[in-house]
């Protein structure tokens, strides 16, 4: 009952925090909000690409609406090619396309055209754009090529033939090509929001709860222990309270991401049993690293000043800012020692490639096996600060 009424404590000295529930609550869904739009999900179906049109008449006109039904892409109007560039070097689409003055007249008398495309070479998206954009331009050259030889061998007009070759072309059971990822689910990554939730999570999760060891330290500095030791109150159950107390901040900032993330960003945590396990196991070890550095360092400061470096640092080395996949296999294995690096790998597994909680059984055993070495570390440690 004790150790129930010392997290309930801590709670709601959290509550009364302002900067506290900035960094816990606030911090965490913003960073996912611009990482993610910035970023974008690069497994969307549609691309967004921008249309500017100078002028180009009726043809042009028939190619835009080629492009908007085009299933590959998410097409957008811009008024001119100037606003049409700054949304790509924005990010805002993907890429662009410029249809010029005279587009039309040009095709009509045989005369070639130019489509400006306009990119971001820095960007992931513009080779697929490019690859659909191209193909809506050359299914409309087909159509006109054929159009100006109808019209020159059958004399009919230009417009007539351009019709029927419109309807030919629409009648002509199309060819589809399937693309197969060698590896298939095995390499699959998540993508935008599913991606930066669950490593936001990891991330802030594992910081709080170093920075939250300032709160035992000054428990410590403060005699605030030693005194609720001269009550009827054991060294384990203040421990054990402590504990717990961290422990409900972890888990509190970790499920707060988890229904930010479900509700507001549309992630998909994959198995719920098996995630919110797995946000829980993690709020262990976030538990036990907090109360290990708890009982080590001297002051508060030292927590709050170490502990969002080291958090970071980790969080690069376990998956959290990049997946590990994309770096070798020597940092692949230093990740490894860490514990953002399993719970990362569930947490694909989860999202990415539809796992339950046995596929990732390796990886919760791994990491409550990090909460009971840190926590079983720190309550020795404590014990000794307390018996001296």
């Known amino acids: ?78 008024d001119d090619p ?29 005369r070639p055209a130019e489509v400006t495309f306009v990119v971001d070479q820095t960007r992931p998206a513009p080779a697929p754009v490019r690859t659909a954009v191209s193909a809506v331009v050359a299914r409309q050259a087909a159509e006109v090529k054929a159009a100006r030889f109808a ?12 019709a029927r070759a419109r309807a030919l072309a629409d009648g002509q059971e199309q060819v589809r090509v399937e693309a197969t990822t060698i590896g298939g689910r095995e390499d699959a ?43 009827p109150t054991t060294t384990a159950t203040i421990l054990f309270g402590e504990a717990l107390s961290r422990f409900a901040v972890a888990l509190l ?29 993690f709020a262990l070890v976030g538990t036990g690293v ?36 994309i770096v070798p296999e020597p940092m692949r294995v230093i990740g490894h020692l860490f514990p953002q690096a399993w719970a990362m790998d569930a947490f694909i597994a989860l999202i990415a490639k539809g796992a339950t909680i046995t596929g990732i059984a390796l990886q919760l055993a791994v990491l409550a096996a990090f909460a009971v070495a840190l926590l079983a570390l720190a309550t020795w440690r404590l014990r000794k600060t307390l018996a001296g």
């Open 82 to 110: 100037d606003a049409l560039r700054k949304a790509v070097r924005r990010g805002v689409v993907s890429a662009g396309v410029v249809l010029p003055a005279g587009y039309d007249q040009a095709l009509r008398a045989g």
């Open 151 to 162: 019209a020159e061998r059958a004399g009919v007009s230009f417009d007539t033939a351009l």
């Open 253 to 281: 900032q970790g499920m707060i991401i988890f229904v930010v993330g479900w509700l507001v960003f549309g992630v998909d945590w994959g198995d719920p049993p098996a995630a919110l396990v797995l946000v829980l196991t």
């Open 189 to 231: 990554l998540p993508t935008g929001f599913n991606y930066t939730a669950p490593a936001n999570l990891v991330l802030f999760v594992f910081i709080t709860s170093l920075a939250g060891a300032a709160g035992l330290i000054e428990a410590r500095r403060l005699g605030v222990i030693r005194r609720m030791l001269a009550t």
């Open 290 to 325: 907090g109360m290990l550095l708890g009982s080590v360092l001297g002051n508060a400061e030292q927590a709050t000043s170490i502990g969002p470096p080291v958090g970071i640092a980790l969080g690069m080395l376990g998956g959290c800012m990049w997946p590990l996949a």
């Open 1 to 78: 009952m004790k150790a129930l009424m010392m997290a309930g404590s801590a709670l709601r000295r959290l509550a009364r925090d302002r900067l506290a529930l900035f960094f816990i609550v606030l911090l965490p869904v913003v960073i996912i909000a611009v990482i993610g739009i910035t970023f974008g999900d690069a497994a969307s179906e549609r691309l967004p690409v921008g249309i500017a049109d100078e002028g180009a008449g009726p043809l042009g006109d028939q190619l835009r609406a080629g492009l908007v039904a085009s299933p590959a892409l998410d097409a957008r109007a811009y």
